[in-house]
């Protein structure tokens, strides 16, 4: 991309003239070529390294209760359903980004007939909404995935794979699969390896006759295998935790303790969900001393759920990087993790359910938010009282 190539060659200006500005860079490079004149009639050019550069988003438990999908459905005028609505407000902020990550929380068919709680199954339109929004990486690994037995997995997994080839999606595992299950992605000059797991499938046990099942985040022999793959078959390992305890902003030592783990095994970026309600995040040292991020709970992304806290969620952003030497090393960064506010609307009655950036929800509409029905304290204070009480302030993007 043209954008790298102009970085790389930023880079290596400003490495070998050690200044910043276009007109300086010029005048060094000159003063530079000269001095090497009288050393050398034929200088030969320095050799540029490569820099690769992947702006990445992560997005929280994506759940779609029967008032989302009848909504979609009146939307469309009768046949067949329209998301777009729900997410129209974020689509400008996921196109800045390169790669951009959501937890699907409920399984998403073209066969099986839509669902609601419990047991959640959501018309495929979902998934190709999702896709135009800017969508490619998906985690189908959560409480909900064995929600419709061993149709719901087959028919989800055939959805999947028909989806464009650009789409990524783990957290479905057999015996079949290369390189363990662990899914391999290449975006712009990186290559990022996907996992997913989760604490729990509701006491569902995995049905006999199922084609694919999830990883539990106890089996961790296996996890630590998996793990240990990816990070030598990739250059970043993004590892998804569906964990902890709903509607509680307090970290298990359970969430703390694998998460290390995790990171001595191999993995960058742990992105937690399934709490339905935000937690903190931290860095975390692993064994060998890389720096590896966790996001302990996004919260929600999409949903119908009925408390305040239910409709704040996190949208993790990061920067990955890497920079490929003539000489063939090369150095991996992943930096300026942000949490960025997120806030699920409704109208009275849960009608017109739609996503919101938090910096562009005015107070106007926050005291009109349907919550405010059982819960008038909700409104933009509240929401920032939730924020600051919950996030570190380095990480909280502030709106
Ligand atoms: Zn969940």
């Excluded at 966790?294 to 806290?309: E, F, H, I, K, T």
Aim: proline share 5%.
């Amino acid at each position: 991309m043209n954008r790298r190539k102009v970085t790389a060659l930023c880079l290596a200006v400003l490495m070998l003239a050690g200044c910043s500005g276009k007109e300086s860079q010029q005048a060094n490079a000159e003063t530079e070529s000269s001095v090497s004149q009288s050393v050398s009639p034929t200088p030969t050019p320095e050799p540029e390294p490569e820099v690769y550069q992947v702006s990445f988003s992560a997005t929280g438990d994506n759940l779609i209760h029967d008032v989302l999908y009848r909504q979609a459905q009146r939307r469309a005028g009768g046949s067949g359903y329209d998301f777009s609505f729900c997410y129209d407000n974020l689509r400008e902020f996921y196109g800045g980004y390169d790669l951009n990550w959501i937890n699907q929380e409920t399984l998403v068919t073209d066969t099986l007939e839509p669902s609601s709680y419990p047991c959640f199954s959501t018309p495929g339109q979902m998934g190709r909404d999702l896709y135009d929004l800017g969508m490619r990486a998906f985690s189908l690994s959560n409480n909900h995935t064995y929600d419709q037995g061993a149709r719901g997995i087959a028919d989800t997994l055939a959805y999947w794979n028909g989806m464009p080839e650009d789409v990524t999606f783990s957290g479905l595992y057999n015996e079949e699969m290369e390189n363990e299950g662990v899914v391999l992605r290449q975006q712009d000059g990186i290559t990022f390896a996907f996992l997913s797991y989760t604490e729990y499938t509701n006491g569902i046990p995995t049905p006999s006759s199922a084609e694919a099942h999830v990883i539990y985040t106890s089996e961790t022999e296996r996890i630590q295998s998996q793990v240990e793959l990816a990070a030598e078959l990739s250059d970043f390992v993004i590892v998804s935790c569906h964990w902890g305890v709903e509607d509680s902003h307090q970290i298990t030592n359970g969430q703390r303790q694998l998460a290390q783990q995790l990171a001595d095994w191999g993995a960058d970026l742990i992105i937690g969900t399934h709490p339905h309600v935000i937690q903190d995040a931290q860095w975390l040292t692993a064994q060998d001393g890389r720096q590896a991020f966790v996001a302990y709970s996004l919260g929600n992304s999409l949903s119908a759920q009925a408390r305040p806290d239910e409709m704040v969620g996190l949208i993790l952003t990061v920067k990955f990087e890497k920079t490929l030497r003539p000489d063939d090393s090369q150095t991996l960064g992943m930096s300026e993790p942000k949490l960025v506010p997120l806030v699920n609307h409704y109208d009275a009655g849960y009608s017109n359910i739609r996503l919101y950036l938090l910096e562009d929800y005015p107070e106007d509409l926050a005291r009109q938010h349907g919550i405010r029905a059982n819960y008038p304290e909700f409104d933009r204070t509240y929401i920032q009282n939730l924020l600051t009480e919950n996030v570190q302030a380095e990480f909280l993007q502030a709106a």
